[in-house]
């Protein structure tokens, strides 16, 4: 068996209100891919910013090449050896490969100029090395994105890295590139590197994974060789958890009425035909995995984004809709994930956030806004939606997360829109507050609202919907009735398994 | 005495004083830098003889008044998260054109709307290159002050022309003329006072105004809430080039000539009062009342420095100072204000 790289032994970390890691175990060898996998929130970034230097564990031992290690910063890490790949590319587009590679740590001359004779020989030898045809002279910016991540990778083992963590490196991937860096990590691994691979695309580990370890909220729960493990048992390790009580009771009837109906939306590269209908007084569920493209098509339907083909029609009518305002003008709204960059103007106070979207309604002649109004409509939500605030005027970057998300809802409620589309509505929420949203909206499909709900978290999908979507890669999947589903079945259609699954039968 | 210096403060600051943004807090800001503003002025005159007079009070009022206008105007395009730059060149486009017209014999009411048209057209085509060709607001002012310059200096020869007498109306007479000791109190500093007023009112009140502050705070919850991005921004622009425009006739009247190579880099003492009245650079926050307090530091202190004997140079030495003090400070306390 393979030397032992690293040991990570009952490691814990909370945060403020969260546990993030309980006494989590985890082991590398040299040579191998490791692949990490839980949902969101089950720990996995924690551990990886642990292992590189960025957090300090509250307690427990990692011990690397046989010597327990306790880094006091990623660059303590990095020099030791622990190289990481982030999910963003930490490049520079304006610089060359060479320069990229060695940015901070450029040869010099003698003279202390910087030799980039030197610089670009030593990089053009480690890209020879890991099979590379790039020019390290070639400015960055002027590469594919797949290349620029093998770029990553060639810094990061620059530095002589024997760990190299990669956290969904293949998000921004396409097929073929993804093949490429699969390559790449074979290389590595026939050298002796040890490989820590975190995906949430579990169809993709078959390719590549030794082994494979589970976590869930923050615990360890499981390791295997990947090939004695099935996906079905990956699954529910992954999800194991009970749905207790973290739902409020059902409220709403969906009633028969087509509210909305969205027919063969398609969007060049991002959407791919899809087609769906919305009734009224539903909550209807949209899952997938990062990448499938749910935050896009809500864009598309929102008119933020364009589209390429298709149509919407709101009880029967076409809708012609080519900007945020259209959909706005037909009771359409989106509650982006990104509160505080897409929802709310965070400088500027409650009552005008309220307002934002339907400011005539507390104007005056001559466009003049009437503070009164705007004030009393402003008193309305905070009462009905519970806003916790010092005041009405007070400004929202100083609300809670769970405060702030109510504020955008509020603003959608003051516009009367009659169908809700939340992007990740708990995101960056704590529990008490996520109940409160649950609850509002439960009420508002409850009062004939239609409510399109993307999450990636399954239980939110699970205990809240009517029926739930599931993308995968720009394509609708499944359509599936949320009482007689599972999280199995809906991850199977999430990765895409149903799709090879029927290919394989043909 | 304290009636002139009642007169001097146009109201619109006492109507930007509870809060721009709407809440307590901000408008603390705005008074701060108003008891700084008062502290000036109470320095000058205790050390400054002759300076808390009727007539020097007047005077001060007038000089600052084209600043103050262009500080107004130039504080929508920050407060939307631009710049404008073309300012000076507009000024000196609007003044000459509508001397031009009263040349060419249009009766002078007429030349002056024809040279604030000017201006709003400039205004639009910046707003019009910055919403359609996408470009920074930097740049695409940048290149309108160069155009307008060139267009200005082209169609003079770079020369300066003497106006009909009657255009120096508007620059030169007074009201409440009294006596020797008080001599009237100077049309411009009339159209300054109603200038704020009515863009003070206009950036607080109405829909225009808090789409405004909404697009500079965040553009894309703008955009997704609705509001018509680009039409506030034309808008923003049109009203600084109305105001450099309004500034041109101003001096142009005052002086009773074109000045095709005036108003270099008045933008920049614009910008100055601005963001020495609490504009941010960052956009979604600043009010016409800064703008105009702004305004009015930058005129205290180069009246009050003069009659103490310090030199242009020196002036713009101190000015400096307070620009990058102003703003170290607003800083110091957004950020304490956030982290809350």
């Known amino acids: 068996m393979a030397e032992t790289l690293l040991q990570v032994q009952d490691v814990s970390k909370g945060f403020p209100g969260v546990q993030a890691l309980d006494k989590v175990q985890f082991e590398l060898r040299r040579g191998e891919v490791h692949a990490l996998v839980g949902e969101n929130g089950a720990g996995k970034s924690t551990l990886m910013k642990i292992l590189s230097g960025v957090y300090r564990p509250d307690a427990g031992t990692i011990i690397y090449k046989g010597k327990a290690v306790h880094f006091q910063n990623s660059r303590e890490a990095a020099a030791a050896g622990i190289g990481i790949i982030y999910q963003e590319l930490n490049l520079v587009p304006h610089l060359t490969v060479a320069q990229n590679i060695y940015i901070g740590r450029e040869p010099r001359t003698w003279l202390g100029y910087i030799d980039d004779r030197k610089m670009n020989v030593d990089a053009a030898a480690l890209l020879a090395k890991l099979n590379l045809n790039i020019d390290p002279t070639i400015r960055l910016n002027q590469l594919s994105v797949s290349k620029q991540q093998m770029v990553e990778i060639a810094k990061a083992l620059s530095k002589d890295s024997e760990i190299l963590i990669m956290d969904e490196p293949t998000s921004a991937l396409t097929e073929s590139e993804i093949d490429e860096l699969f390559k790449v990590i074979h290389g590595l691994r026939d050298r002796g590197v040890g490989i820590i691979y975190i995906s949430h695309r579990l169809d993709e580990l078959k390719h590549i994974v030794d082994r494979i370890t589970i976590f869930r909220d923050g615990h360890y729960i499981a390791t295997s060789d990947y090939n004695a493990i099935t996906m079905e048992e990956i699954i529910n390790k992954m999800v194991g958890r009970k749905l207790e009580n973290l739902f409020p009771p059902r409220q709403n009837v969906p009633t028969g009425k087509k509210l909305l109906e969205v027919k063969h939306i398609t969007r060049t590269g991002i959407l791919k035909d899809i087609s769906f209908d919305l009734f009224e007084g539903e909550i209807l569920g949209i899952a997938g995995l990062m990448g499938a493209g749910r935050s896009e098509l809500a864009r598309a339907i929102f008119g933020a984004d364009p589209i390429t083909s298709g149509e919407i029609l709101r009880d029967g009518r076409k809708l012609d809709i080519r900007s945020p305002a259209d959909a706005i003008r037909h009771g359409i709204a989106y509650l982006s994930e990104n509160r505080k960059e897409e929802g709310l103007a965070i400088k500027m106070a409650l009552n005008m956030n309220v307002t934002m979207a339907n400011v005539p309604q507390v104007s005056r002649r001559f466009a003049i806004i009437s503070r009164n109004q705007e004030l009393q409509a402003t008193r309305t939500y905070v009462d009905e939606l519970d806003i916790r605030t010092p005041s009405l005027e007070q400004l929202v970057n100083n609300l809670s997360g769970g405060n702030q998300q109510k504020v955008v809802v509020a603003k959608w409620l003051f516009r009367d829109s009659r169908i809700l589309i939340f992007d990740e509505p708990t995101r960056g929420i704590d529990v008490g507050a996520k109940y409160a949203i649950y609850e509002l909206i439960g009420k508002l499909a409850r009062e004939g609202v239609g409510v399109i709900m993307i999450s990636s978290e399954l239980p939110e999908i699970l205990g809240m919907t009517d029926r739930v979507l599931v993308l995968h890669e720009g394509r609708l999947t499944a359509t599936l009735q949320t009482r007689a589903t599972s999280q199995e079945e809906i991850l199977n259609h999430a990765a895409g398994l149903s799709l090879e699954a029927a290919a394989d039968q043909n | ?340």
């Open chain 2, 1 to 340: 005495m304290s009636n002139e210096l009642q007169m001097v403060a146009p109201p619109a600051f006492k109507g930007g004083l509870p809060a721009g943004l709407g809440t307590k807090k901000l408008s603390m800001d705005k008074l701060m830098i108003f008891v700084a503003f008062v502290a000036l002025f109470i320095i000058f005159s205790l050390t400054a003889r002759n300076f808390f007079t009727a007539r020097n009070v007047l005077t001060l009022a007038l000089q600052t008044s084209t600043i103050t206008i262009m500080g107004i105007g130039v504080t929508f395009t920050i407060i939307t998260g631009g710049i404008d730059l073309s300012i000076g060149s507009i000024v000196a486009l609007s003044g000459t054109l509508a001397v031009m017209a009263a040349n060419a014999g249009a009766p002078i009411w007429l030349s002056m709307v024809l040279g604030l048209l000017s201006g709003v057209l400039c205004g639009l085509l910046n707003g019009v290159i910055i919403t359609g060709l996408k470009l920074p607001p930097f740049i695409a002012t940048l290149g309108m002050m160069m155009v307008a310059r060139g267009v200005v200096l082209t169609i003079t020869n770079a020369m300066s022309k003497p106006a009909p007498e009657a255009f120096g109306h508007l620059g030169n007479d007074t009201l409440f003329r009294f006596s020797r000791q008080f001599p009237g109190i100077a049309y411009p500093v009339f159209i300054m006072i109603i200038t704020a007023i009515v863009f003070g009112f206009f950036l607080r009140k109405t829909r225009m105004g808090r789409y405004t502050y909404a697009i500079g705070s965040n553009e894309e919850a703008s955009r997704l809430s609705g509001i018509k991005v680009t039409r506030v921004k034309l808008v923003a622009y049109m009203i600084c080039g109305f105001c450099a425009a309004l500034t041109g006739i101003i001096l142009a009247s005052r002086m009773v000539t074109s000045q095709p190579n005036g108003g270099i880099s008045y933008e920049l003492n614009a910008i100055a009062a601005s963001v020495i009245g609490g504009t941010s650079l960052m956009g979604g926050i600043g009010t016409v009342g800064g703008a105009v307090i702004g305004s009015f530091i930058i005129g205290v202190l180069g009246v009050g420095l003069t009659m103490q004997g310090a030199s242009y140079f020196v002036q713009q030495i101190v000015i400096g100072l307070v620009v990058i003090a102003s703003v170290a400070v607003d800083q110091i306390r957004y950020k304490k204000k956030l982290v809350q």
